[in-house]
Structure formats: C-alpha cells, structure tokens
C-alpha cells in the first residue's frame, strides 16, 4: 500500500524497488497499477526491526521529520472539475487528474467509454498507430467475448440442422423404400401408389411440399450470411428464384398488389391467417382478387413459382388432394388454378432446359443464394468519389484500405474525451476526501463546500429548483448518504443506472471482480414528524410506494446478473429551516441520517428443498 | 377437436369465495380457454400429488380481469358463493331432511356398489380356488387322504366364515357422504341476477386490448410485470411480451424501463408498455401500446 518515496507523483508510476515489469504476471501488474484505496497518500513510519539498532535511528528521524513537518496527504495541486449543471455532473479534463481518480478508487467515468476512460487507446489501436499495443481494453474484451458467443450459436445451429437433415433424409429413404416395397406385393390394384413409387419424394400433405419449397430454395438459415440471404418476403422469393433461374419477371406486381398479398403480422390472428405454405397463398390470393390484372400477374408469377416447385416433387396431384380434405371450396379454386400452373409449368421447364447446362431444375434450386450474394447491399464510404458506378463484384471499400496504408506517419489524436463524475462521487471527493475542488465554468474560481452542497441539492430534482431546497429526502442527500456509508465502509461503489439500481458495491473495483451487490435506497420516514397529519402521510405514502411487479422485475434482474439485492432504508429526520441549518455545518446535517441495510433473496420452498 | 369438446351452457356461473374468482368445473375450465382465451391459474392441489407444490389442479382460479372480461362480454356471471349458500343450503326444515336422504342415497348407492364388486371378485375367486380343489382333491385320492389335514382347512374355513359374519353388516350400511359442492354447477338451477361488479386494477383496460387482438394472458408476477402475453395457447407456445401498465399521465420512472427491458430481453421476451389515453375514450382503441428491446445484450 505504501509507496516509500515521499514525491507526490510516485504513487501513478512504478517505483524502482518493486520487480520489473515485464516479470510481472496479469495479477500482479493489476495490484500495481491499483495499489492505492483512495486518492490519498499515507506516510507510515519505517518498520522498527530489533536486532538492528539503525532502523531505530531511522525511525526516530522520520517520526520527527514529519510532526516538524508534515507531509500533505492531498494531491498538490488539487484536481479539478467543472461544474456543468446541464449534465448535472462535473467534467475533469486534466490527465493527470483522470487517472489518479480511475485508477485510485475507481471514481467517475470516460464519457466515450464504458468506464475506465479508454477512447484514445482504442482509437490509436483502430487507426493503426499503435502497432506493438498487446494490451487490449475492457469494451474490446467484451466485443471479443460477445463474437465467439455469437460464433458458437452459429455453429450450434448448424449442428442441429444437420442433425434434422440427416433424419430426413434416412426418414425419406425409408418410406420409399416402404412404398417400393408395398407397390411390388400389389402391383396394378391401386394406381396411386404407383404414382407415389414413381416420384423418390413421396409428398404426402402440403406441409412437406412447403418444407420442399423452402428447402430447395433456401439454405436453412445456420448462418449470418444466410439469414441476410434470406428473402424478405415471398414476393422477393419469387423474384430471386425466378431470377436464378434466367426468366424474365417483367410481370412482377406492383408495390400496390404486394401490400395486399398478405398484411403485415401485427397481432397472432393475423400471423395465424398468413399462409402457410404457397399453395395456400396463391388460393388465397385468386380468391380474393380473381378479375385485377395486377393481381392476375401477381398470381401467375407465383403460380409459375410453384409450377416449377410442384415440377420436382412430382406431386401435383397431391396438393389438390390435401386441399380437398381441408376445404372443398378452396379446393374447387386449386382445381381451376392447377391447369394453369400444370400448363406454365411445362413450358418454364422447358426454358430453363433450354438455356442452362444440363441440370435438372432441382439442382439448380439447392444453389439459389450464389447468385443472391452479388446482390447484397454494400454501402461505401469514401472522402472522395472516385467513380460513380460500382459492379457487383467488387470489393465493398477498395479506396479506404490503400489511403490508410500511404500515410505511415504516426497520427496524432486529439483526445476528444473528457471524464464525468456524479454529484455525489465529486462532493464525496470534496467534502470527504478534500482531493478535489470544483470550479465555476462561468468565474472560474472555485465553488466553496457550502454552495457546492446547495447547487447538488437544487439539481437534483428536475428541473432544478431556483430557491434553496431544505427538504431533507431530495434525491441528493438520501444518495449521498448512502455513497459515504459505503465508501467509508471500503466499498467500492458505483452507479447501478445498467441493472437498474441505484448503486453497485465491487469488492475492489471493477476490473477485478464483478460488483456483489446491487443497493436499492428506499426512504424510509420512521421519525415522528412525518407521521404528524393527514397531508404528511399521504407525502410519505407516495414517497415510499412501490409496487410488487416492480420489485420482482428488479430482483429478477439482479439474480440473472449473478448479484445480491440490497435494501438501504434511509432514516429521513424531520426538516429544518435555512437558518438551522446554516448553523448547523455539513458533518451535523449529514450525521442525523441513519442507513439500514437488508439483504433480499427470493426463497422458493419447492426449488430449495 | 370442437366435435369432443363438450358442450358448455353459457352463462357460466364463477364462484366468487373470499375475494377470489373460482371455477370448479373441469368442461368450463377447457370451454373457457378454447372458446374464450381465458387461461385461469389451476390453484388446487392434486390428490394424487400432495406433497408438491409444482403442478396444481381444479379449482381454476381467474385473475379479476378474466372474470370482469367474461361478465361484460355475457359469457359469465359472478355468484357470490356464501350469500348463495347461506340461501340456498337447506339448514332447517323438511328440505334438510330430503337433502340428508339424498345425501344417505348417494351413500348407499356407493356401498353398494362396492359390495356388489366384492361379491362378484369372491365368487370369481372362488370358482378359481374350487376348480383348483377339484384337481388337488383327485390328485390327493391317488396318493393318500389325511384327516389331520382336511382339519385345519375347515378349522380355517370357519374362522374366515365367521369373520366375513361379523363384517356384513357393517358393509351393508350406507357410507358415509361429504359433499364438495352445495350446488350443482349447470347455470339452469340460477338466474344471472345474482351477478356482482368486480373490482379491476388498474391495467384492466390493457388487459382487454391484448385479449380483443387474439392474445393469451397469464398473471406476470413471475417475470415482474402485469401480464405475460401469449400469442397463442400457453401450452403451446413462449410469451411474446411481458406487459406492464401505466396510467396515461403516470411518470414513467426510467430505471423501471431499463429494468424491464433488461429483463424481457434476456428471457426472450418484448418488454411492452402500455396505457389508455383517458382522452380518447370515444375511438375505437383508446389503449396504445410500445415494446422495448434492450440492445447489445
């Protein structure tokens, strides 16, 4: 803890005795780096040891030395802030001032960063200008973190989905070879079966066909690629397929007719009315719209869609059939519509035949998103236009990579952030530390204790009040009180905004351990004046309701972050008028509050038997 | 599935005991939730499973919503169930002495029943035991006849005779019956006079947007928020949303909105927020609605 030199800029720095750096490991590097609780130096006596009757010397001249003339535990000069009332916070944009303060308690917060103030590191390493910077910030950390999270779905998912395909494919050769077997004991009694033999997929409802559809469309999405692959609609589907396979779409629908294929899912009826595969669809749609034109191109090109999809499964029978269970009337309509697909159907086939090498059509569906991918957004950015029109092969920034390497120069970064510290971290800072004194952006001079606690108590509601507040539950003081407790107690405490509590207590600080507990302050009115008349408990009342779903929702949030809810109930004393407490200085208003502390655990009798 | 349901008279009638709403009638409890999308919370503990505490059974208990939701759309009716009773339930009179001998018949029946049973099993038994004798007894004659045996089998005989004599009577009698319910639950027996106004909180009006737009709503105590919205059966499928009610000019504290955003998206649920804007009262929905994700989690 105790840094033997007596220079005041020795504690940031590492001091010569202690081993070298690069033989330190992680840990210790850290209990260096953070060696000191508060931004205070101590001055402990030299260790007397006995056998050695120079320590004693030693001992005696320091002893003297420092009642003669005693050393300051305050920073000299002080750090300073600026008072900003439209953050309600104070701004610190000295260097040094910044990393006394983060890395000697962990107080404030970078304004560009999750907390430590890290944005000059991050954006040299981004630009390049730092080659040999190993050490990586804690936002790069939990980037990094979150990617292989992310990377680890990803290939779960597509685990699974081999799983499901390999299934379905051992399902399907089966079956087949079920029928084969069932259609060679009876051969000519039961034509449909015959037909079933004939297609490898035996289609047996319209689900399966979907699934087909989809199938041979789509990649199962395993993938970010994929799912951006994925088409957005079934109009896109349409297009993207008809595309794929080198037709004209000229008769594609208007945005008009889009719209009213199928409304957008706002509410589980409608999501139970969208359709459920494209057969459905298209009955649906020359239901509704049998005499547009529009809409006829609409259904002509999805029916040509399905045509095509009807044409590889060989199951054209079977859709009607399965309407026909479901509905007769949509039947009836499917009926009327499959000429129409049976007879495009052909034709399309025969196109595709015509111009692709000799591939079947299904084959050439298992690889729709080749082409697809030529087709993705890429958006460029670019301090110059260099050209006007992009091919779809190309690179998304081809400029951007080549300029950065030209200038090898080392950048120099402005360091656009400034640190923030709360009201109540800085008046902690000032009253009870003396390591800080906060300034005036408009005098510039500095704002004595007295007035500082005023302005922090008129800004801590919102809007500001104007006159002096004497209220003694304003959201400053029941705060404050609670950040001394704990602070004075050794905590590390921060604000809890992210969990939505108030405060959050680190056993050392964050970068080494994750915060135990999560405190929510609640006012508590226990003193005999507030429960005077009608119109004070109705204030109280207000004051400390809450409700159920609340606290649950908060203990839940807790818990799933792996913390422990505290409740710290503020004993709240009666008022007093200015002039007491002008009189009465800050160490006495602050002493008339009391902190209770409760501990809160959900305890559920069948999980915890 | 509509053809097995089976078929419920409505109004139904819902038991209103101590405060709480209650249904005792397992073909209500499913018609509700078919027909009606109202789920119910099961609060009774099964007989077969008492020590548990997971899973419950009949009665289904309604939040006050469901049941105000089901009274102002005529499909239900809230019967105070003591005023009721104390009525209805024959106390006194020649009326209690028929509803004791109803009560004395129900008992009877079921003894006898039973006795019934029993006696068949004894005599399927005992034609088992006699063409098993018939056989032993040929077997016996082949070997040797011992007296000493033939003994102790009819001093056994009778020892179990004479117990079954003592026992008779007792078994004759009628068992003893205690209803569960004092009235039978079909509403033809009431009329829907006996209806009473429920008091709702204060998100009833979100409760009924939700259900008018075809969701399913459990009570949300659990996730910390007024009701988790299902997009369809419970059964089925996970909740969507969780929702939590605001008065239209209530202040909205932000660390509740970060709380519950946090937490419905970390259990894969929408956050919803909702309210009904007292000056719209006339439109169609004066009820709007907002769903919060938090990012980057």
Request: net charge negative; aromatic share 8%.
């Amino acid at each position: 803890m105790a840094s033997n030199e007596h220079s005041e800029h020795s504690a940031v720095l590492a001091s010569p005795k202690q081993p070298h750096k690069s033989n330190m490991n992680h840990r210790q590097r850290m209990d260096q780096l953070y060696s000191l609780p508060a931004p205070l130096r101590t001055f402990p006596l030299p260790t007397f040891i006995p056998h050695n009757p120079l320590s004693l010397l030693y001992l005696a001249y320091v002893w003297i030395s420092q009642t003669l003339n005693a050393p300051s535990s305050n920073p000299s000069p002080l750090h300073q802030g600026w008072w900003s009332p439209e953050t309600r916070s104070i701004h610190i944009t000295d260097d040094r001032s910044v990393l006394a303060l983060w890395e000697q308690g962990f107080y404030g917060k970078g304004t560009l960063s999750r907390s430590e103030p890290n944005w000059v590191d991050r954006e040299k390493k981004r630009l390049g200008a730092e080659k040999g910077a190993t050490q990586s910030t804690a936002e790069e950390n939990t980037l990094q973190r979150r990617r292989i999270r992310q990377e680890t779905k990803w290939e779960r998912a597509r685990k699974e989905r081999n799983v499901i395909d390999q299934t379905r494919l051992s399902e399907a050769a089966l079956e087949a070879a079920s029928f084969s077997a069932a259609a060679a004991t009876m051969p000519e009694n039961v034509p449909e079966i015959c037909t079933y033999s004939d297609s490898s997929l035996p289609a047996s409802d319209l689900e399966d066909i979907a699934v087909l559809v989809s199938k041979a469309s789509q990649n199962p999405p395993v993938g970010p690629l994929e799912l951006l692959a994925l088409p957005n609609s079934l109009i896109d589907l349409a297009t993207s397929l008809c595309s794929g396979m080198g037709l004209d779409l000229s008769v594609l629908p208007t945005r008009n007719s889009k719209s009213s294929v199928c409304p957008a899912p706002v509410g589980p009826i409608e999501l139970l009315s969208l359709p459920n595969s494209a057969g459905e669809l298209l009955a649906a749609q020359t239901q509704m719209t049998g005499h547009d034109k529009s809409f006829r191109a609409a259904t002509s090109s999805i029916g040509l869609l399905l045509g095509l999809e009807v044409k590889i499964v060989h199951g054209t029978l079977h859709i009607t059939d399965a309407e026909a269970k479901v509905d007769n009337a949509q039947a009836k309509d499917m009926q009327e519509l499959e000429y129409e697909i049976s007879n495009r159907s052909v034709s399309t086939v025969e196109t595709v035949q015509g111009s692709s090498p000799p591939e079947t059509a299904a084959s050439m569906y298992e690889h729709p998103a080749t082409p697809m991918i030529k087709h993705q957004k890429s958006v460029r950015f670019s301090p110059t236009i260099e050209k006007t029109t992009f091919l779809p092969s190309e690179p998304a920034s081809l400029g951007l990579a080549t300029s950065t390497k030209a200038e090898e120069e080392p950048l120099a970064i402005v360091n656009r952030e400034h640190f923030q510290l709360t009201a109540q971290e800085s008046f902690f800072l000032t009253f009870a530390l003396g390591v800080l004194e906060v300034l005036d952006l408009v005098t510039k001079n500095a704002i004595p204790i007295k007035e500082l606690f005023e302005i922090f108590r008129r800004h801590s509601s919102f809007p500001p009040m104007s006159t002096a507040s004497t209220s003694p539950d304003d959201e400053f003081m029941t705060n404050y009180v609670v950040y001394h407790h704990f602070r004075s107690l050794g905590w590390c405490v921060r604000g809890g905004a992210k969990f939505s509590c108030d405060y959050m207590l680190y056993q050392r600080g964050p970068p080494f351990t994750h915060a135990e507990f999560a405190l929510l302050i609640i006012p508590s009115y226990t003193d005999a004046y507030w429960s005077k008349d009608a119109l004070l408990q109705n204030y109280v009342n207000r004051k400390q309701a809450r409700s159920w779903t609340w606290f649950h929702c908060l203990n839940r949030v807790i818990t799933m972050a792996k913390k422990t809810l505290v409740l710290v109930y503020v004993d709240i004393p009666k008022p007093l008028s200015v002039t007491e407490e002008n009189s009465m200085g800050l160490d006495k208003i602050f002493g008339r509050y009391k902190v209770r502390e409760f501990t809160v655990k959900r305890w559920s009798r069948d999980r915890e038997r | 599935m509509s053809s097995s349901a089976p078929s419920v008279a409505e109004p139904i009638s819902i038991s209103r005991i101590g405060g709480r709403y209650l249904i005792f009638d397992i073909d209500v409890v499913t018609h509700l939730r078919r027909a009606h999308r109202i789920c119910g919370t099961p609060v009774g503990t099964l007989p077969r499973a008492p020590q548990q505490n997971v899973f419950s059974g009949l009665p289904m208990e309604l939040m006050p919503e469901e049941a105000c939701l089901l009274v102002e759309t005529g499909v239900a009716y809230i019967m105070d169930d003591l005023t009721w009773h104390k009525e209805n339930f024959p106390v006194a009179g020649h009326r209690r002495s028929e509803y004791l001998e109803e009560v004395h018949l129900i008992g009877l029946r079921a003894s006898r029943a039973q006795e019934n049973a029993l006696q068949s099993r004894k005599q399927t038994a005992l034609a088992k035991q006699a063409a098993a004798g018939a056989r032993a007894a040929s077997l016996k004659h082949i070997d040797t006849a011992d007296a000493d045996d033939e003994d102790t089998i009819s001093m056994f005989h009778t020892d179990r005779s004479s117990s079954r004599a003592s026992s008779t009577p007792t078994s004759g009698s009628a068992w003893a019956v205690t209803p569960t319910i004092s009235y039978s639950t079909s509403p033809s027996q009431h009329d829907s006079k006996s209806q009473a106004d429920v008091s709702v909180p204060s998100s009833y009006p979100l409760f009924v947007y939700l259900h008018m737009k075809g969701y399913y709503m459990w009570p949300g105590l659990r996730f910390g928020c007024d009701y988790n919205v299902y997009p369809g059966d419970p059964m089925r499928f996970h909740a969507h949303f969780d929702a939590v009610s605001f008065d239209w000019e209530e202040e909205i504290d932000m660390m509740h909105l970060v709380g519950g955003g946090r937490l419905g998206t970390r259990v894969k649920k929408a956050f919803l927020i909702g309210g009904k804007d007292e000056d719209k009262l006339e439109e169609e929905n004066p009820v709007r609605t907002f769903s919060i994700e938090w990012g980057g989690m």
